[in-house]
Nanobody, 123 residues
């Protein structure tokens, strides 16, 4: 059983940056693949980024490629999402997730989810 807690969300102006963190506990973090998803009001949950167990490979959703970077620190049981050049359309609740299927863009591939952190980008 893995518990995930996100932090780092907030209000930022368009063009700004935020760094989200996700702290994991209760399981073997270095054995699980990690992902970030987001959900805006009235919209379906959207894949943002994923990273393999070792951190050696990553995958991004088309809408964030070139602007967001996912990374992980297995020694700290943490995964991060650096978000640059933020746009108003990036406004959403961001969730981190853990699962066994590496680099999956499907939310069904992830077994554990955090409670989410709100990111609001003003124009």
């Amino acid at each position: 059983q893995v518990q995930l807690v996100e932090s780092g969300g907030g209000l930022v102006q368009a063009g700004g940056s935020l760094r989200l963190s996700c702290a994991a506990s209760g399981g073997t973090f270095s054995n699980v693949a990690m992902g970030w998803f987001r959900q805006a009001p009235g919209k379906e949950r959207e894949f943002v980024a994923a990273i393999t167990v070792s951190g050696g490979r990553t995958r991004y959703g088309d809408s964030v490629k070139g602007r967001f970077t996912i990374s992980r620190d297995n020694a700290k049981n943490a995964v991060y999402l650096q978000m640059n050049s933020l746009k108003p359309e990036d406004t959403a609740v961001y969730y981190c997730a853990a699962g066994r299927r590496a680099l999956s863009s499907s939310s069904g591939a992830y077994d554990y989810w955090g409670q989410g952190t709100q990111v609001t980008v003003s124009s």
